[in-house]
């Protein structure tokens, strides 16, 4: 059984930085496309950042890009997320993701196969 294990999150001023990590266990971590997602309260779930099995290739969402960077480390079974410059509309449930590697980076929920529980990110103003 997949596990996706965050932690990370908590609660920060704006323009403050947070490093968000997702540790895997049960499978190959390399098999694996990484993301991040989010979910505002009353929101649909967000795209945020995703990386390829290598670390080579990455896609970011257009409301982060530039702001936060996506990492990992196949060694030990990790991602990151670091999330620089944050706003209050930052705020949200971010949770990790696992898709196949032969699906592609999983920029869409109904690619993804595994999901963690989600840690919370609260920015305030």
């Known amino acids: 059984q997949v596990q996706l294990v965050e932690s990370g999150g908590g609660l920060v001023q704006a323009g403050g930085s947070l490093r968000l990590s997702c540790v895997v266990s049960?499978?190959?971590?390399?098999?694996?496309?990484m993301g991040w997602f989010r979910q505002a309260p009353e929101k649909k779930r967000e795209f945020v950042a995703t990386?390829?099995?290598?670390?080579?290739?990455?896609a970011y969402g257009d409301s982060v890009k530039g702001r936060f960077t996506i990492s990992r480390d196949n060694a030990k079974n990790t991602v990151y997320l670091q999330m620089d410059t944050l706003k209050s509309e930052d705020t949200a449930v971010y949770y990790c993701?696992?898709?196949?590697?032969?699906?592609?980076?999983?920029?869409?929920?109904?690619?993804?196969?595994?999901w963690g529980q989600g840690t919370q990110v609260t920015v305030s103003s």
């Open positions: 049960g499978r190959t971590f390399s098999n694996y496309a």
């Open positions: 990386i390829n099995w290598s670390g080579i290739e990455t």
């Open positions: 993701s696992a898709t196949q590697r032969t699906r592609g980076l999983g920029l869409r929920e109904y690619l993804v196969d595994y």
